[in-house]
């Protein structure tokens, strides 16, 4: 059985104290199913870190909901969130997903409707972390077929 | 629609920052953006045109509703918000001409000029749009950190949208400044990139004379002006990797620069930094 483990740390200079850093730090863990390509192991790499980091970023930005519509403070235990509530996505998502679709011939403007239309969103920045791993993963695997 | 907060929350450039890194003062730019120092005072400019532009705003939020917004009722709520700002900041920087009071007056005939200038027979689609888009170069190259802004408003015009930017101006501008201005530029490669569609794009400028005077400058782009806009872009980020930041000495913004106290100093902060790298 393959593991994969992920973590992100980052370290956030503590206001009006000089050579000070709080240092944040979240981990994953989760079981790939066996006979999984090369290719899908480094993709599924990919998605894990980019949620592990998406959610960390959250934390500091207290940007997660708390279901009354006012913002956790940060570095709280994660929120819940609802619909497209969730981290904001990456902006190496957004690159990863127009570098996709630019490969594929699919104009910006056309990602943007589909994205209007299946999300419920206004564009690519405003997709949460994990309606973009949805749309990458379709990305590549359209890009495979 | 994400607000425009929502996308400063991520690394980001917009107009402001490109046209500050390479037409202002780059060290100014990295004063603000990078070293994130306090900035001195408040420029009475930036606190004036801040109330000028929530009224400006004021008034097409009224016409989008279908009202026409009357001049006195502008003149008014400049006055408010005005003495409003004051209250809250006691930072602003005025000088022995632009006082408090002068700045009053001059607001209020400034809403009341551009009152009378709008027209009623647009259709006002928005006002204050935000817009995100990524940034890509001739090659097709996506840069990772994207272009946000907002657009003052977008009217419909013989069926064309038109986004506009209000401006409150010391003297006439010249001839060519629309032309060459990069607002314009960033403005309508998002527009365009969020919509498929091209639209036009228009100044308008109220100037401060003493009877303020209208003007308002049209202006287009071409694919090829996008592409140098974005190339600028990317040189602007390699410049910030390497700190390469310079003071633009006699710049026309010195005089009001709040970073005035660290631009002072940083020739001698710089060259320590340097020798103690090397």
């Not at chain 2, 929502?6 to 003062?25: E, G, L, M």
């Not at chain 2, 420029?43 to 004036?48: G, K, N, R």
């Not at chain 2, 209208?214 to 782009?221: D, G, I, L, Q, W």
Request: glycine share 6%.
């Amino acid at each position: 059985m393959l593991k994969l483990n992920t973590s992100y740390s980052k370290k956030v200079p503590v206001d009006g104290k000089e050579y000070s850093s709080q240092s944040y730090h979240a981990s994953v863990e989760v079981e790939l199913p066996d006979g999984m390509t090369a290719e899908q192991i480094q993709n599924k790499i990919h998605d894990t870190f980019l949620l592990v980091k998406g959610s960390v970023e959250e934390e500091l930005t207290g940007k997660t909901s708390n279901g009354n519509g006012q913002q956790n403070p940060p570095a709280q235990a994660p929120g819940k969130t609802n619909g497209n509530s969730g981290a904001k996505v990456t902006n190496k998502q957004v690159k990863f997903i127009t570098d996709l679709a630019t490969q594929k011939g699919i104009q910006l403007t056309e990602l943007n409707a589909g994205i209007k239309k299946r999300f419920n969103v206004d564009g690519l920045y405003d997709l949460s972390t994990k309606q973009a791993s949805e749309l990458l993963d379709e990305l590549k695997q359209s890009k495979a077929a | 629609m994400g607000t425009l907060n929502d996308y400063r929350d991520r690394p980001h450039w917009s107009y402001s920052a490109v046209n500050q890194f390479f037409n202002i003062c780059s060290l100014q730019f990295a004063f603000q953006r990078i070293y994130k120092i306090h900035p001195a005072f408040t420029p009475v400019a930036l606190a004036f045109g801040s109330v000028f532009h929530r009224v400006a705003e004021w008034m097409f939020l009224t016409l989008k509703e279908g009202k026409i917004p009357e001049a006195k009722s502008a003149s008014d709520l400049f006055n408010e918000l005005w003495q409003r700002q004051q209250a809250e900041n006691d930072n602003i920087r005025f000088d022995e001409e632009i006082t408090a009071e002068t700045c009053a007056i001059q607001g209020r005939d400034l809403v009341a000029c551009l009152a009378a200038n709008i027209d009623p027979t647009e259709k006002v689609l928005a006002v204050n749009m935000p817009f995100a888009v990524p940034l890509i170069d001739m090659q097709g190259n996506v840069l990772e950190v994207p272009m946000i802004g907002e657009l003052d408003y977008v009217v419909e015009k013989e069926g064309k949208p038109i986004i506009g930017d209000w401006k409150s101006a010391a003297r006439r501008w010249p001839k060519f400044k629309a032309k060459h201005d990069l607002q314009p530029t960033v403005f309508l490669y998002a527009y365009r990139q969020l919509t498929g569609i091209m639209p036009g794009f228009r100044f308008d400028v109220v100037v401060k004379n003493k009877t303020p005077v209208f003007e308002r400058h049209e202006t287009e782009r071409t694919d090829s002006a996008f592409h140098r806009m974005v190339e600028l872009v990317k040189l602007a980020e390699d410049m910030v990797q390497h700190e390469h930041f310079c003071p633009n000495e006699q710049g026309f913004y010195c005089g009001s620069c709040p970073y005035h106290g660290a631009c002072d100093n940083w020739h001698q902060n710089y060259a320590r930094h340097i020798s103690l790298a090397a």
